[in-house]
């Protein structure tokens, strides 16, 4: 057996040993800490840039969720309004109607024509005042348009519809009366045909909701989804990441004691000379 006091072949075999331990064991502490068996480009170069492509995917369907959200709200305020608009046509038909009576008294006429002219005028401020984010999509002003996809290049737009006084849906206009006999008869069939058409814009609407709720889910989902290969591409596998820190502690610490033995053999060349 040959022994040096200028090269220790045991111990330096025994450090690499250890600093390639030590090297294992950062990572795997690392990968504890973070929950990440890719955390950077330099675990793994190519996994690395996929899963930030995905998270850029993600990312833009977050925008899709958020305008497909403000457009789902901006549909529900355009429903209510149009429901609100079809409720007080239905009021204004039975006023209408009991004003057609010929024998009515001034007094009974000229009430029900009051009542009349208010509940005409509320649909000129529900519909002015049925507005969410800046968009009024029953005014005829403004179509509900939603982003669909991570890159903003594809859209849903739901049709606005007109529900105000004097437009094609609501054909009474803001100088319908029931004030005479003749009046109400004519109101009578200005209120018929209004209710028919506002009840199609509300099927329009409610057409238009309903693909809305669909492509929200659709988001959602392909979300979770590209969330769920995100994690299976750089998670770490805790149970897995615990027993291989419990194995690089334990050789951590066989590595050190055959550090220890190993500087001690050029001791032995010393005993040679005693």
Do not use: Y
């Amino acid at each position: 057996m040959a022994f040096s006091v200028n090269t220790n072949a045991s111990a330096l075999s025994a450090l690499q040993n250890l600093n390639s331990t030590d090297r294992m064991l950062g990572k795997v502490q690392t990968q504890i800490n973070t929950g990440l068996k890719v955390a950077s480009s330099k675990d793994n170069a190519a996994v690395f840039s996929i899963a930030q492509s995905l998270r850029a995917d993600v990312s833009g369907l977050n925008a899709v969720k958020s305008s497909l959200d403000r457009a789902m709200s901006t549909i529900d305020v355009a429903v209510a309004a149009g429901e609100a608009v079809s409720d007080l046509l239905i009021e204004m038909k039975e006023k209408a109607v009991a004003a057609k009576d010929a024998g009515l008294d001034t007094a009974s006429r000229t009430a029900l024509n009051d009542e009349f002219t208010e509940l005409r005028n509320q649909i000129t401020s529900i519909v002015d005042n049925a507005e969410f984010n800046g968009t009024n999509a029953v005014n005829g002003s403004a179509a509900i348009v939603a982003i669909t996809n991570d890159d903003g290049s594809n859209t849903i737009s739901i049709p606005a519809q007109d529900l105000a006084l004097s437009g094609t849906t609501v054909t009474v206009s803001s100088a319908t009366a029931i004030d005479t006999a003749a009046n109400a008869s004519a109101a009578v069939d200005l209120i018929e045909a209004s209710i028919t058409n506002v009840n199609q814009s509300l099927s329009e609407l409610g057409a238009g909701a309903k693909r809305l709720e669909l492509q929200q889910s659709f988001a959602n989902k392909l979300s979770d989804t590209i969330e769920v290969g995100i994690g299976n591409l750089v998670d770490a596998d805790m149970a897995k990441a615990s027993a291989q820190l419990q194995a690089m502690q334990v050789k951590q610490q066989l590595g050190l004691q055959a550090l220890s033995i190993a500087n001690q053999a050029p001791q032995a060349a010393v005993s040679l000379f005693q």
